[in-house]
């Protein structure tokens, strides 16, 4: 993969600095220079025009802020652009990475450290088409797993449909099966449910497995982590919108590209 890079700096030395420098590891970092702007709002019109995959993006600037304009381009229907703040501020670095930034370069960047940026993108990337090919492998061979889940309740054995199960999130020894109407439980590993049904459900989160199918959408919430074993801390995460119900299941960082991709 050969990125396609767009500049957004309301300062033309700083734009000039980072085409320099671009141009610098160009041997080792093959990529594409779409283009650049001085202000966020043209920056938000052009960027979907050049499909840029990779945005370097200063934080203070008149108008819109970067912050601002990340927030927006995380929105895109169409798959939003991986961005990396470059800037003079230290302060805005908590803000960066609550909307999502991968990386956050102080001025002024050297090359080698805006190479690694460059590369850690390439390498999410390729993570994510590999998981994309290995579900698509699986999809060939689906006709021959299984069409219900076994649960046992009291004095009888119930077969649920897996294309009536929403999620399926760990709990201690057992893994709850979530429909729209009813939770059961079964005692199997959520690892092999994964390995088994990768092409039906994927992995947001440590503990939970979300049927490609029922995922309708992410937005910003709160959940609750055990913290020492009696307390618990409330963090804020993205979440999965699951269809039909209002549970909500966090989305832990390292999966948070592969949701992205699904709601694109």
């Given amino acids: 993969m050969i990125p396609r890079i767009f500049i957004v700096d309301d300062e033309a030395p700083a734009r000039a600095r980072l085409t320099t420098l671009l141009a610098d590891i160009a041997a080792d970092c093959p990529h594409a220079l779409v283009g650049e702007a001085d202000n966020a709002k043209t ?13 370097l993006l200063d934080v203070q600037m008149p108008g819109m802020t970067g912050i601002e304009l990340a927030t927006h381009l995380a ?18 670095a908590v803000k960066a990475f609550e909307v999502h930034a991968l990386d956050y370069l102080m001025k002024p960047v050297r090359a080698s450290r805006l190479a690694d940026a460059i590369r850690r993108v390439i390498a999410m990337r390729k993570h994510v088409q ?3 090919d290995a579900i698509a492998a ?12 076994s649960v046992q309740e009291r004095d009888r054995l119930l077969l649920i449909p897996v294309n009536e199960v929403l999620y399926l ?6 893994v ?7 939770e059961y439980l079964i005692e199997e590993s959520l690892l092999s449910l994964e390995q088994e049904l990768s092409a039906l459900f994927v992995r ?13 959408g992410v937005e910003r919430g709160a959940h609750s982590i055990d913290a020492d074993g009696d307390n ?6 993205w979440q999965v919108i699951v269809r039909d119900i209002n549970d909500r299941l966090p989305i832990s960082r390292r999966q948070w590209a592969v949701v992205r991709a699904l709601v694109r």
């Fill in 43 to 55: 920056a938000l019109k052009d960027i979907a025009k050049v499909n840029a995959d990779i945005v």
């Fill in 75 to 92: 929105k895109q229907p169409h798959g939003a652009p991986i961005v990396i703040f470059v800037t003079a501020y230290d302060e805005f």
């Fill in 130 to 132: 590999s998981q994309q």
């Fill in 138 to 149: 699986a999809a060939a061979t689906l006709q021959s797993k299984r069409k219900h889940f």
């Fill in 169 to 174: 999130k760990a709990e201690l020894k057992y």
């Fill in 176 to 182: 709850t099966v979530r429909t729209k109407a009813h």
């Fill in 204 to 216: 947001v989160h440590r503990n939970a497995l979300v049927a490609r199918d029922a995922i309708v």
């Fill in 232 to 237: 618990e801390k409330t963090l804020e995460s």
